[in-house]
């Protein structure tokens, strides 16, 4: 019998490993005990950096800005609120996050799409955990025009 050339042999070995594997193995290399809880929710929340445009694109803006760190969830999302009407913002957009615990502040950029040109917006920018609870912060009202795109 004449031996397999390596790739081929490579090749079965590929496709008969994942069903070597013993049910139930783990697949993390940590355990539950070493997944941290949530950390405590900040007592005070505050911006240290005002919300602005960081870019413009193709009808897209990304708003940014940063705020002590919130504490909570490690899943997190900034949130932009925004419309064409100062008092009503009725339009939403949000942008996950992964807070960092050794950090004492959070940078959130959040992606607004589909804004029409020449336009005027309105907004306000506040975070949130991942079960949806707003972080006690909350910006007051900035806005931008939308470029022309001419």
């Known amino acids: ?21 013993p049910t ?6 940590y355990t539950p005990k070493e997944i941290p809880p949530p950390a405590t929710k900040a007592a005070r929340v505050q911006i240290t ?15 940014r800005w940063t705020s002590s760190n919130p504490g909570g969830t490690d ?11 100062p008092d009503h913002l009725n339009q939403t957009a ?3 996050i992964r807070l960092n ?4 502040y959070t940078v959130f950029r959040v992606r607004v799409e589909g804004l029409k040109p020449g336009t005027t917006y309105y907004y306000t ?4 955990n991942a079960d949806g609870t707003e972080d006690a912060v909350k910006s007051g009202i900035y806005h931008f025009t939308a470029p022309d795109g001419t």
């Open 101 to 104: 615990r050794a950090h004492d």
């Open 125 to 128: 920018v506040t975070s949130m």
């Open 49 to 63: 950096q005002s919300p602005e445009i960081e870019s413009f694109r193709n009808n897209e803006a990304i708003i």
């Open 75 to 85: 899943e997190h999302f900034g949130v932009v609120k925004y419309g064409t009407d």
């Open 24 to 29: 139930g193995a783990q697949t993390s290399p």
């Open 1 to 21: 019998m004449k031996p397999l050339p390596t790739h081929r042999l490579l090749l079965t070995w590929a496709a008969i490993l994942p069903f070597a594997l």
């Open 94 to 96: 949000k942008g996950h």
